[in-house]
Protein backbone atom coordinates (compact mmCIF):
# COMPACT_ATOMS: atom_id res chain seq x y z
CA UNK A 1 0.00 0.00 0.00
CA UNK A 2 2.98 2.37 0.96
CA UNK A 3 4.14 1.75 -2.58
CA UNK A 4 1.00 2.44 -4.34
CA UNK A 5 0.82 5.57 -2.35
CA UNK A 6 4.34 6.56 -3.14
CA UNK A 7 3.19 6.22 -6.90
CA UNK A 8 0.36 7.91 -6.61
CA UNK A 9 -1.60 5.43 -7.73
CA UNK A 10 -3.53 5.88 -3.95
CA UNK A 11 -4.89 9.17 -2.59
CA UNK A 12 -4.08 10.70 1.17
CA UNK A 13 -7.79 9.80 2.26
CA UNK A 14 -7.63 6.04 0.60
CA UNK A 15 -4.41 5.38 2.08
CA UNK A 16 -5.33 6.36 5.73
CA UNK A 17 -8.76 4.67 6.07
CA UNK A 18 -6.77 1.50 4.70
CA UNK A 19 -4.14 2.08 7.38
CA UNK A 20 -6.45 2.60 9.98
CA UNK A 21 -8.80 -0.41 8.87
CA UNK A 22 -5.35 -2.62 9.07
CA UNK A 23 -4.81 -1.25 12.67
CA UNK A 24 -7.96 -2.44 13.45
CA UNK A 25 -7.51 -5.63 12.48
CA UNK A 26 -4.08 -5.94 13.80
CA UNK A 27 -5.26 -5.10 17.42
CA UNK A 28 -7.77 -7.59 16.97
CA UNK A 29 -5.64 -10.14 16.16
CA UNK A 30 -3.23 -9.26 19.12
CA UNK A 31 -6.35 -9.83 21.07
CA UNK A 32 -6.83 -12.95 20.52
CA UNK A 33 -3.24 -14.03 20.46
CA UNK A 34 -2.78 -12.63 24.21
CA UNK A 35 -6.57 -14.67 25.49
CA UNK A 36 -6.29 -16.26 28.39
CA UNK A 37 -9.38 -18.44 29.81
CA UNK A 38 -9.39 -17.78 33.46
CA UNK A 39 -8.91 -20.78 35.14
CA UNK A 40 -11.85 -20.33 37.51
CA UNK A 41 -14.21 -20.54 34.10
CA UNK A 42 -12.68 -24.10 33.34
CA UNK A 43 -14.64 -26.71 34.00
CA UNK A 44 -13.87 -28.66 37.33
CA UNK A 45 -13.06 -32.54 36.62
CA UNK A 46 -16.06 -33.57 39.07
CA UNK A 47 -18.41 -31.85 36.28
CA UNK A 48 -16.00 -33.35 33.12
CA UNK A 49 -16.19 -36.96 35.05
CA UNK A 50 -20.43 -36.32 35.32
CA UNK A 51 -20.58 -35.34 31.67
CA UNK A 52 -18.49 -38.32 30.49
CA UNK A 53 -20.68 -40.61 32.41
CA UNK A 54 -24.24 -39.00 30.90
CA UNK A 55 -22.69 -39.46 27.36
CA UNK A 56 -21.71 -42.78 28.47
CA UNK A 57 -25.03 -44.26 29.89
CA UNK A 58 -26.85 -42.11 26.75
CA UNK A 59 -24.27 -44.66 24.52
CA UNK A 60 -25.30 -48.01 26.10
CA UNK A 61 -28.61 -47.14 26.31
CA UNK A 62 -28.96 -45.99 22.92
CA UNK A 63 -32.66 -47.10 20.93
CA UNK A 64 -34.19 -46.26 17.53
CA UNK A 65 -33.09 -42.69 16.46
CA UNK A 66 -30.46 -41.89 19.24
CA UNK A 67 -28.84 -45.55 18.21
CA UNK A 68 -29.02 -44.38 13.88
CA UNK A 69 -27.34 -40.86 15.00
CA UNK A 70 -24.26 -43.11 16.85
CA UNK A 71 -24.19 -45.29 13.83
CA UNK A 72 -24.13 -42.07 11.33
CA UNK A 73 -21.55 -40.32 13.71
CA UNK A 74 -19.08 -42.80 13.88
CA UNK A 75 -19.94 -43.53 10.42
CA UNK A 76 -20.69 -47.36 10.81
CA UNK A 77 -21.06 -49.58 7.63
CA UNK A 78 -22.18 -53.16 8.20
CA UNK A 79 -21.02 -55.32 5.07
CA UNK A 80 -22.40 -58.79 4.32
CA UNK A 81 -21.41 -61.41 1.71
CA UNK A 82 -21.16 -65.28 1.37
CA UNK A 83 -22.30 -65.52 5.26
CA UNK A 84 -19.58 -63.20 6.15
CA UNK A 85 -19.93 -60.14 7.69
CA UNK A 86 -17.81 -56.78 8.18
CA UNK A 87 -17.87 -54.16 10.75
CA UNK A 88 -16.16 -50.79 9.90
CA UNK A 89 -16.08 -46.99 11.16
CA UNK A 90 -14.54 -44.04 12.81
CA UNK A 91 -13.16 -44.38 16.01
CA UNK A 92 -11.91 -40.63 17.50
CA UNK A 93 -8.16 -40.47 17.70
CA UNK A 94 -8.27 -40.08 21.42
CA UNK A 95 -9.82 -43.65 22.04
CA UNK A 96 -7.93 -45.32 23.91
CA UNK A 97 -5.43 -48.11 21.34
CA UNK A 98 -5.59 -51.07 24.12
CA UNK A 99 -9.56 -50.52 24.72
CA UNK A 100 -11.54 -53.12 24.61
CA UNK A 101 -11.67 -55.42 22.20
CA UNK A 102 -14.94 -54.51 20.53
CA UNK A 103 -14.11 -51.41 20.11
CA UNK A 104 -10.77 -52.59 18.28
CA UNK A 105 -12.69 -54.68 15.72
CA UNK A 106 -14.67 -51.27 14.50
CA UNK A 107 -11.37 -49.86 13.52
CA UNK A 108 -10.20 -50.08 10.31
Known amino acids: MLK ?11 FLRESNSLR ?3 AKVE ?7 P ?6 LNDLEEACQ ?4 WVMN ?10 DALQIQILVKDGRGELKG ?3 EYAPK ?10 S
Open 90 to 92: MIP
Open 62 to 71: AESEDFLLLI
Open 39 to 44: VASLPR
Open 31 to 37: ELHDYRV
Open 54 to 57: RVQD
Open 98 to 107: DGHADVCAVV
Open 4 to 14: LFEMGEIDDEY
Open 24 to 26: VEK
